[in-house]
């Protein structure tokens, strides 16, 4: 069945469902996002994943043999022992013919300036509600709010989405997209009803058949509870939100002890997170995963998993709600 839920981000992206695959660093790859796009949702290749602007040139076109519908590009910009070229990630996007890009970890003034010209549509996540007016008057056309609840980045103002998304959809004129905590048709009804106009689902899709992971860590998400997830890097006023395991409770140990970033960087390297995702042992290092992880215990193909959510959304607003008014007027 086809959904009915039409936004102002379905109608301005172009996609059929109101529900956003974003960036995630070693997950967002052509097998994954191409499965998204064929669902009817928008998914997001992570440019940052592909180690030289040339191999996202190439990951782009064979996400294109995959699937002919719209996709977009994560462009991820965080403070970094060794900056990468993101100029010449940039270029690499616009000379694709890509045209939405998801922007995050900064102020987006500079990725708007280079995108914009070439016609490409700028998604921005953003934390808070100050973040997010200024990304609205740097021109971008809609920007992912994230909730405390969620993977990564959550910024440092600890505010969850049931406050922080209508407090974007009071302040902001452009699409909201709702982030962190969102795994089910309920998020995305909830979300609607807060006042956004789709959704961002990270961990959620990291639990799908096409998500280039090992089988074990999607089976370990199947069984962590919302409780299991640690907030690293809180004394470094640099907050991100990632499994529970040895390593990051760890982390979390030694700066809590008054340590530096020196102190943890062997434990927070990117390359032992990959890892965790290569060979599926969930202790070998830092990984992304959200308190929604408590909301998780299958894993369905991204088909079957988007179907459900539009069409379990499409029951919950024709018939529990629905009835709830029903019966206050019997």
Known sequence: MSSVLRTRFTEEFGVEHPIVQGGMQWVGRAELVSAVAEAGALGML?????????????????????????????????????PPPYAEYRQAIIESGITIVETAGSNPAEQVAAFKPAGIKVLHKCTSVRHARKAQQLGVDAVSIDGFECAGHPGEDDIPGLVLIPRAADELSIPIIASGGIADARGLVAALALGADGVNMGTRFLCTVEAPVHERIKKHLTTASELDTELIFRPLRNTARVASNSVSREVVRRLADGGSFDD????????????VY??????????????VQGLIDDIPTVGELVHRIVT???ELIRSRLAGLLDAGRA
Request: hydrophobic share 35%; charged share 25%.
């Open 46 to 82: 992570t440019a940052l994943t592909q180690p030289t602007p040339e191999d996202l040139v190439k990951e782009i076109a064979r996400c294109r043999e995959m699937t002919d519908k719209p996709f977009g590009v994560n462009l991820t910009i965080l403070p970094t022992i060794t």
């Open 264 to 275: 943890v960087r062997e434990l927070v390297a990117g390359a032992r997170g990959r890892t």
């Open 278 to 291: 290569e060979q599926g042992d969930p202790e070998l290092g830092i990984w992304s995963a959200g308190m």
């Open 312 to 314: 379990e959304a499409d």
